[in-house]
């Protein structure tokens, strides 16, 4: 077996960060919608949540904040003339789509992409396919740069596949890595993949709020990842998870390693989704499912507090999995007890810390939400862009980028101003230097 590592990708929140409100289903979204947003103090917090990662041994990359303002949407939408024209003409007559077009949202790494690590793939390759985000306007423009951040970072065709995104139906909605977990006994060692959708193609999921990621997606990426079908597990997320605000599964459930931890109401059919998956691990590892009942954290609590949306790791030197964990979640009295038990009971995961990212927690994003997980090899660590992973210091040069030029308040009125534009390139452009991306400005 060879030797790999998880890497975890955060997104560095851009610049526009701000509450505009565009996600249905996402409940902090709509209820923050309109406030007072702070894009500084939001890619300060999620430096800090990296630095932690990289104090306690791992392996921590990042991807660059997408170009904010898009001026390709307003130009589809009919406006013309030059950028300050466009700005303006569009906060006359479509405030609602220049908020669209200066979403942040790729911020939120888990829903980038879909990865396969080479171990799982029959040609051996590491797999990515963008996520489309059919389902939400503001989303759905993100993947053409996804893709290209992705190509720039893993470019060499013997080592790593970078697919294009699935076609931008419905039928082919896919929310990426927001809904999909990796078990395995180690990083390197081939493991079980498990997509979970909300609807099937043609089915628009009868549920409140948008069921956002399909079968036929889900099938699509293992197909193109070239998994092996008897490691590759399909399991619903339930509709009564849906109507309550888990717009991705990973509101309602995690994973690593061998451990699944997950709500009661995550899954359709749970019974089924884990004998699903101990035949797919049968003879590799031993699945530990670790399920908190509702009685002991009510749905509404797990959605609110994000517990679920943690990252579940393993730091060098320790045997028990540690969930990095919203402060939320240790401000809500049920998911603070239930994670003073979960610690006492000689489980799998023996730790909770828990990080700051109040920011990105008012508009629906959790520690989970802001990485994208990549297992790799020695080799193919050393054959992607180096300067994607970070170390202190480089997190102390962000920093002080960040601090020198993002905004300490942002409204989406704000977002009128044609100088804002401005700010942001520039932020983005010194931001790239120092990750010696230039050739995504």
């Known amino acids: 077996m060879t030797e790999a590592f998880e890497v975890n990708f955060d997104g560095l929140i851009g610049p526009s960060h701000n509450y505009g409100g565009l996600s249905d289903g996402n409940l902090a979204s709509a209820r923050n919608a309109g406030d007072i947003s702070n894009p500084r103090e939001a890619a300060v917090q999620g430096l800090e949540k990296m630095r932690k990662l990289v104090r306690a041994g791992l392996v921590q990359g990042i991807l660059p904040p997408l170009a904010r303002p898009n001026f390709d949407l307003l130009a589809s939408?009919?406006?013309?003339?030059?950028?300050?024209?466009?700005?303006?003409?569009?906060?006359?007559?479509?405030?609602?789509?220049?908020?669209?077009?200066?979403?942040?949202?790729?911020?939120?790494?888990?829903?980038?992409?879909t990865v396969s690590p080479s171990a799982d793939a029959a040609d051996g390759r590491l797999h990515f396919t963008p996520a489309n985000l059919s389902t939400m306007?503001?989303?759905?423009?993100?993947?053409?740069?996804?893709?290209?951040?992705?190509?720039?970072?893993?470019s060499g065709e013997d080592q790593f596949a970078v697919h294009s995104a699935l076609p931008a139906h419905a039928d082919f909605a896919d929310e990426g890595a927001a809904n999909h977990v990796r078990l395995c006994a180690e990083h390197g060692a081939p493991g079980v993949e498990l997509f979970v959708y909300g609807r099937e193609s043609g089915d628009m999921g009868q549920t409140a709020f948008p069921a956002r990621q399909t079968l036929l997606a889900a099938q699509s990426?293992?197909?193109?990842?070239?998994?092996?079908?008897?490691?590759?597990?399909?399991?619903?997320?339930?509709?009564?998870?849906?109507?309550?605000?888990?717009?991705h599964n990973d509101v309602v459930c995690v994973g690593a390693l061998g451990t699944l931890f997950f709500h009661e109401f995550a899954?359709?059919?749970?019974?089924?989704?884990?004998?699903?998956?101990?035949a797919a691990a049968s003879g590799r590892f031993e699945l530990a499912p670790v399920m908190v009942p509702d009685a002991d954290?009510?749905?509404?609590?797990a959605i609110s507090s994000y517990l679920f949306?943690?990252?579940?790791?393993?730091?060098?030197?320790?045997?028990l999995l540690v969930l990095v964990a919203p402060v939320e979640t240790q401000e809500t009295k049920s998911t603070r007890a239930f994670c003073e038990r979960l610690v006492q009971s000689n489980g799998p995961i023996g730790r909770v810390e828990f990080v700051d990212v109040r920011q990105s927690m008012r508009n629906g994003g959790g520690p989970a939400c802001l990485r994208l997980r990549v297992v790799m090899t020695e080799a193919e660590l050393a054959a992607c862009h180096q300067g994607v992973l970070l170390d202190e210091e480089q997190i102390d040069?962000?920093?002080?980028?960040?601090?020198?030029?993002?905004?300490?308040?942002?409204?989406?009125?704000?977002?009128?101003?044609?100088a804002f534009a401005d700010e942001c390139r520039l932020a983005r452009e010194a931001l790239l230097d120092i990750l010696e991306l230039g050739d995504l400005a």
């Not at 990426?221 to 717009?247: E, Y």
């Not at 899954?267 to 101990?278: K, M």
């Not at 954290?297 to 609590?301: G, Q, R, Y």
Request: aromatic share 6%; net charge negative.
């Open 77 to 113: 939408a009919g406006f013309g003339g030059t950028d300050a024209q466009m700005i303006e003409a569009a906060a006359a007559t479509a405030p609602r789509l220049l908020k669209v077009a200066y979403s942040a949202s790729s911020m939120w790494t888990a829903n980038a992409a």
């Open 137 to 154: 306007l503001h989303r759905s423009l993100e993947h053409p740069d996804t893709t290209a951040s992705l190509v720039s970072i893993f």
């Open 221 to 247: 990426v293992a197909r193109a990842h070239t998994l092996d079908p008897a490691r590759t597990v399909f399991a619903r997320q339930s509709r009564r998870a849906i109507d309550a605000g888990a717009f």
């Open 267 to 278: 899954f359709e059919d749970t019974a089924g989704t884990l004998a699903a998956l101990r």
């Open 297 to 301: 954290v009510p749905l509404a609590d």
């Open 309 to 319: 949306n943690s990252q579940l790791l393993q730091f060098p030197g320790e045997d």
């Open 397 to 418: 040069e962000l920093q002080a980028c960040v601090r020198a030029t993002y905004r300490d308040r942002l409204s989406p009125a704000d977002l009128a101003d044609p």
